[in-house]
């Protein structure tokens, strides 16, 4: 016997509450097969009726799997059936980090804000999807715009670390450029381990002396493997032909999710 569709105002409400129960298992974190399984069954039921925001789930499903190949399809697949939906594009976004994708979740979030000028949720997701991609400078222009689509209110609580790296490097004429060429090496260091969730943590450091940028990036895993991906980083970007500048001014790496983010 099949089973027999909701009404549509009950489907759209379960629909929000596998959303909602997906918020709580963050990517590259343990999470309940069990659940998961049941709400993706209940979820393609309704795949026909609402498309474009099943496809979404079943992205984000996908992502939190560590399934990208399953998570591009759904979410070009949610944007074909909903174009107009800047929901849809960060969450793609947000997926794309997810993989360590960094570079191409800039890219793809400075799309989005031309197809979408005036939507403050996806210059948010620029600023910080170009932090993650090391794009320092790029970010505080993400910046500037948000002020101006929010008259200035409302600023993000990471703005004033998110300058203050931005104004250091640019001193020490450290570009965009140099730092994402070394992100890009902690980007294929944690795709070819299958790390997911990374999460980019900065700070603008200062001692007496020395200053310098740490752009560390937060993963699930345990110290002892957070330690030899450390090993493993410093052994690549020690065969790369990089500028003593950019050596003094930035320090990058990984940090276990127990360990605070002081250097």
Not at 26 to 49: M, T, V
Not at 59 to 64: H, K, L, P, S, Y
Not at 162 to 181: H, K, Q, Y
């Amino acid at each position: 016997m099949e089973r027999s569709l909701p009404s549509p105002s009950v489907a759209q409400k379960e629909l929000l509450a596998i959303i909602g129960r997906l918020r709580e298992m963050p990517i590259g974190r343990p999470y309940n097969d069990i659940l998961l399984d049941r709400d993706r069954a209940l979820a393609e039921s309704l795949l026909e009726i609402y498309p474009s925001r099943v496809h979404g789930i079943l992205g984000i499903m996908a992502t939190i799997t560590g399934q990208e190949g399953a998570m591009r399809h759904h979410f070009l697949e949610a944007r074909a059936h909903d174009p107009q939906s800047s929901y849809i594009r960060i969450n793609h976004i947000v997926a794309l980090q997810g993989f360590a994708c960094f570079s191409e979740a800039a890219q793809e979030s400075r799309e989005a804000c031309r197809e979408f000028p005036r939507q403050v949720d996806l210059v948010t997701e620029a600023v910080h999807s170009c932090v993650a991609a090391g794009r320092f400078h790029e970010a505080v222009n993400w910046l500037d715009e948000r002020a101006k689509l929010e008259d200035g209110r409302t600023p993000l609580a990471e703005e004033v670390g998110i300058r203050a790296c931005s104004r250091f490097l640019l001193e020490v004429r450290v570009s965009d450029v140099e730092v994402e060429t070394v992100q890009g090496v902690i980007a294929s260091l944690l795709r070819e381990c299958g790390v997911l969730g990374p999460v980019a943590r900065y700070r603008m450091c200062v001692e007496e002396v020395d200053h310098w940028v740490s752009l560390r990036y937060r993963l699930p895993r345990s110290v002892a493997e957070v330690v030899q991906l450390e090993w493993e980083l410093a052994g690549r970007l020690a065969a790369m032909d990089l500028s003593d500048r950019l050596h003094r001014n930035l320090v990058v790496g990984f940090l276990a999710e127990e360990i605070n983010d002081a250097d």
